[in-house]
């Protein structure tokens, strides 16, 4: 057996893995481009013909559009911002609440927040990691407005059986799809799976611009009420005709010129750039399948997964080492790793302390709500068991990843597995 690196063994790999960089001439030229035209942003808050933006950020729209197969698609600076609008275009409101995934980046919770709605976490399931239609269910109450699926780790949701519940109870679906553009399940993309989906662009995902997002809907109701929110509502309203005033006070969620030509070069590569994930995802889950320590995804027939990162799960029982030793002797052997991905976002401070604006416990203790709501620890114990013991994550599939490179993190895991199984 050979030793391990963290006992001073020679590891399996010296050099650094490739990193993601999907940046390239077309991105220079298009920079280039809106540089010499000299207008960084055409945005005109006011009702006029720049209320829409300019050249570049329409385009981006158009060709968004075409690509995901739906009637609008809104660019704006950010997914936060993006979600932000998203349920401020749902109409959500104080004494509402909005049904969300604890496991995920905490802007998927804080949307309901910023409209003085309450988020409410559902559990997710063991397999895809998402909330679903069974965990929903059980938090729906007379207050319940809206749904906030999150396509974790690039993983489509259940979205047939969460779209019937949500229209059963007359609420809104907004995807979360920031980890997944390009997955898909069956004939449809990730993003055009709920009411509204929301996609990102900031630097850490699968394209960018730096930074930005997408929301895209069939609605056109929908898209109105983004492109208000996006730009300054409460100042258009009254020239655009707009007699709706529910959550028309505006933001500056506008995405610049150089981003949106960026981000159109961008969503080009898309397919290219996801294939390649999800051949180095197969590859990876061939390689790693007999290992008895680890359980890596397995995918329901129809799906394509957008492979943002690798989650796998670990069983410190069966290796009989914990999860943090077992990490720590991967990278001793050269493959980066993380460990339970992000904690529960009830366990934050801001909803163990119950303080988001103000003093008083807006919006969760105010006479407006009804509800009472449960952040205590336990409530999701399968978000909870993934992020405290099971969950392992890995920047291991992105595009600049090579076969050789994926034998040398299965060679690392196996290795590593077989040294304490030995003890
Ligand atoms: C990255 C991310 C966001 C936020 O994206 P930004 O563009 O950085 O605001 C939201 N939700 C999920 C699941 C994400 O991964």
Request: charged letters at 25%.
């Amino acid at each position: 057996m050979q030793r391990l690196a963290i006992n001073g063994g020679e590891s399996v790999r010296e050099k650094p893995f490739p990193t993601y960089n999907t940046l390239g001439e077309e991105e220079r030229a298009a920079v280039n481009k809106v540089l010499d035209a000299g207008i960084l942003s055409q945005f005109l808050g006011t009702w006029s013909d720049d209320f829409y933006g300019g050249p570049h950020v329409q385009r981006l729209e158009r060709a968004w559009e075409d690509f995901f197969s739906v009637k609008h698609a809104v660019s704006v600076n950010s997914a936060t911002s993006g979600l932000y609008a998203a349920v401020g275009a749902a109409g959500v409101g104080p004494g509402d609440e909005v049904i969300v995934s604890p496991y995920t980046m905490s802007a998927s919770a804080t949307a309901p927040l910023v409209y003085g709605a309450v988020p409410v976490f559902a559990d997710i399931d063991r397999e895809s990691y998402c909330i679903t239609a069974e965990t929903i269910a059980k938090k729906i109450t007379t207050r319940t407005k809206a749904i906030i699926v999150v396509d974790i780790f690039g993983r489509p949701a259940e979205f047939e059986k969460i779209i019937s519940l949500a229209n059963a109870h007359g609420l809104v679906v907004i995807e979360d799809c920031a980890q997944a553009p390009g997955a898909r399940y069956e004939d449809r993309l990730a993003g055009t799976l709920g009411h509204i989906g929301v996609f990102s662009l900031n630097y850490h995902k699968t394209i960018h611009c730096g930074e930005g997002g997408v929301v895209v809907t069939d609605s056109s109701e929908f898209a109105e009420r983004l492109q208000l929110i996006r730009n300054h509502a409460e100042a258009v309203v009254a020239k655009k005709g707009v007699r709706n005033l529910v959550n028309m006070v505006g933001f500056n969620y506008r995405m610049t010129e150089i981003e949106a030509a960026i981000a159109y070069e961008q969503l080009k590569k898309l397919p290219e750039l996801v294939k390649r994930r999800q051949e180095n995802a197969e590859y990876l889950g061939r390689a790693l399948k007999g290992v008895s320590e680890i359980e890596v995804p397995l995918l329901p027939e129809g799906m394509l997964h957008g492979w943002y990162v690798y989650p796998f799960k670990f069983f410190s029982d069966r290796a009989g080492v914990s999860r943090a030793e077992f990490a720590k002797a991967l990278r001793a052997e050269g493959v980066p790793v993380g460990e339970g991905y992000v904690e529960p976002l009830y366990l934050q401070p801001l909803y163990q302390q119950k303080v988001a604006f103000g003093k008083s416990g807006f919006p969760f203790e105010w006479d407006g709500y009804d509800g009472v709501v449960d952040y205590s620890k336990g409530l999701c114990p399968v978000a909870e068991e993934m992020h405290f013991e099971r969950l392992l994550v890995g920047d291991w599939v992105h595009a600049a990843m090579t076969f050789e490179d994926l034998d040398d993190i299965a060679i690392a895991v196996k290795k590593v597995v077989a040294a304490y199984r030995a003890v």
